[in-house]
T-cell receptor, first 113, second 116 residues
Framework: ELKVEQNPLFLSMQEGKNYTIYCNYSTTSDRLYWYRQDPGKSLESLFVLLSNGAVKQEGRLMASLDTKARLSTLHITAAVHDLSATYFCAVDRYGGSQGNLIFGKGTKLSVKP | GEEVAQTPKHLVRGEGQKAKLYCAPIKGHSYVFWYQQVLKNEFKFLISFQNENVFDETGMPKERFSAKCLPNSPCSLEIQATKLEDSAVYFC??????????????FGAGSRLTVL
């Protein structure tokens, strides 16, 4: 069965702290997507990781991909309240770019002062 | 436009009634996708189109669900004889898609269907 597993599913952090969200997947995909969803809102694309060893950074978020381990991480540095949201990772079911995405269950991040 | 426009935002139907949702993709995007989000976080792929042609329909419950993307019209997702378990948020997404690169989907705001 094709799976994308995220952990943790819930994360409560204090402002200023660092943490990492993990995303394991079972397909042979060489690309992985991270999305953010605010409550009641749509999905916003954060990162697209296209190859083994890819690392991308945007502000306090940094994502990396290890295709051999089938693992991606989303690292949060010095968290701020504005980062509170649910973060999803996703891979293409067929391992390519057909857009049939398998999503993880999401990590609900709550950043407290 | 630069956003994927979905209507209606909310739809309430009694069990057995029909529901129809609409999606206008970003201009110039040739791929359209429908996803269902249930239980707050579980996303399920339903169907995708390349222009007006079905590209991948492996996620569609064929008995009651149908979808179309016709030229010069919004795409639509229709559910005949809705059931309680169809209650979900239905997201439409579009992408320009590059063959060798990534397929970054831009999602609409979603249509919340409540079946009573």
């Amino acid at each position: 069965e094709l799976k994308v597993e995220q952990n943790p599913l819930f994360l409560s952090m204090q402002e200023g702290k660092n943490y990492t969200i993990y995303c394991n997947y079972s397909t042979t995909s060489d690309r992985l997507y991270w999305y953010r969803q605010d409550p009641g809102k749509s999905l916003e694309s954060l990162f697209v990781l296209l190859s083994n060893g890819a690392v991308k950074q945007e502000g306090r978020l940094m994502a990396s991909l290890d295709t051999k381990a089938r693992l991606s991480t989303l690292h949060i540095t010095a968290a701020v309240h504005d980062l509170s949201a649910t973060y999803f990772c996703a891979v293409d079911r067929y391992g390519g770019s057909q857009g049939n995405l398998i999503f993880g269950k999401g990590t609900k991040l709550s950043v407290k002062p | 436009g630069e956003e994927v426009a979905q209507t209606p935002k909310h739809l309430v139907r009694g069990e057995g009634q029909k529901a129809k949702l609409y999606c206008a993709p970003i201009k110039g995007h040739s791929y359209v996708f429908w996803y269902q989000q249930v239980l707050k976080n579980e996303f399920k792929f339903l169907i995708s189109f390349q222009n007006e042609n079905v590209f991948d329909e492996t996620g569609m419950p064929k008995e009651r669900f149908s979808a179309k993307c016709l030229p010069n019209s919004p795409c639509s997702l229709e559910i005949q004889a809705t059931k309680l378990e169809d209650s979900a948020v239905y997201f439409c997404a579009s992408s320009p898609r590059t063959v060798s690169g990534a397929n970054v989907l831009t999602f609409g705001a979603g249509s919340r269907l409540t079946v009573l």
